[in-house]
């Protein structure tokens, strides 16, 4: 009877273990479901990825001053900025593969023109989601003895602790939760997606986008995600940005309700009161059947349509954001027959 007692106490003991470890589940609230775009149009007749290196700039991180504006975008979601005299690194990704080891998965087609080493001081790292194409590994551990301050969704933060990076320099955040970076205001808001780095662990982590403001400037980041009621949400509380960054690529019809089409990400724009709108999410990785050139050809035509006022920044080139948009769209010459270049 003792023996029986103890074995049940061991089972209970064990079981109050798992519930207490037992991970939230996250979702998007189904008021703010929309439908989107019924059909998936293809506009390229280009395949998946480039028949040649894409043009890759020299970043000029000298030209950060506190009264401007800057975006460097480094291929895919992953972009630096200059607010206020700090520097702001969102979803950062240098490594070779989006894929849990190196040796296989998928592969860049592009390249940073610099490695994190050769990045400036980071004041904070913004991380959206846990994907292997927004959060990498061997990025956030190089990161880890540049960058002050890590700023990421809900959930975020047990990778980072496994990876070694200080809970003090942590700082995770829910829907509409805010933390400040100097003069820099952050908040978490939301977004329609999904999270998970296996079979075990789906949407146990929150997803998120950021909007960043600074005195007069603000930024809306949309990480990855879908449309929905959120943007205009976020638009009643924070809209007038000076600049989005808004994803536009990797979708496709069978997840539509994970990624935006390039014209559903325009209207996103337009929904949460940009100015002015950058299409990212493309020109890196291979994660979806589209055309690689895709993405911001839609993006543009759709702009165009909608009277979006639209940069197209070369890879790792720094824009400056007021001074003329630089809108050509580049990528048209680099279809055929080409080599990758540092301009």
Known sequence: ?????????????AGMIVRRHRLPRFSYPKEWEERGLPENIRVSKN?????????????????????????????HSSVLLHIGGRSILIDPMFSRR?????FAGPERFSHPSVTVSELPHIDAVLLTHDHYDHLDKGTVKALAA???????????ERHL?????????????????????GGTEITCTPSRHFSGRGLTDQNTVQWCSFVLREGSRSV????????????????????GFDLALMECG?????????????EESVSAAKRVGARL?????????????????DPPERFCAEAERQGLEVITPRLCETVCIGDPPRTDRWWRKYSKNGKEETL
């Open 1 to 13: 009877m003792k023996k029986a007692v103890i074995a049940a106490g061991a089972l209970l003991s």
């Open 250 to 262: 990797q979708y496709n019809h069978s997840w539509h309700y994970s990624h935006l089409y390039p």
């Open 146 to 156: 540049k960058a002050e301050r890590f700023i990421v969704s809900r959930g975020v």
């Open 220 to 239: 809306f980041i949309s990480g990855d995600g879908s449309i929905g009621a959120h943007f205009d949400e976020i638009g009643k509380r924070f809209g």
């Open 161 to 181: 602790l496994r990876w070694g990076v200080e809970a003090g320099r942590i700082t995770p955040l829910r829907w509409w939760e805010s933390a400040a970076v």
């Open 47 to 75: 395949g998946s990825r480039p028949e040649c290196s894409l043009p890759v700039c020299r970043p000029d991180f000298s030209a950060a001053r506190p009264d401007k504006l800057l975006v460097t975008w480094f291929g």
């Open 98 to 102: 989006s894929s849990p080891v190196q």
């Open 277 to 293: 709108a950058m299409p990212v999410h493309w020109g890196a990785f291979v994660l979806s059947n589209h055309g690689w050139d």
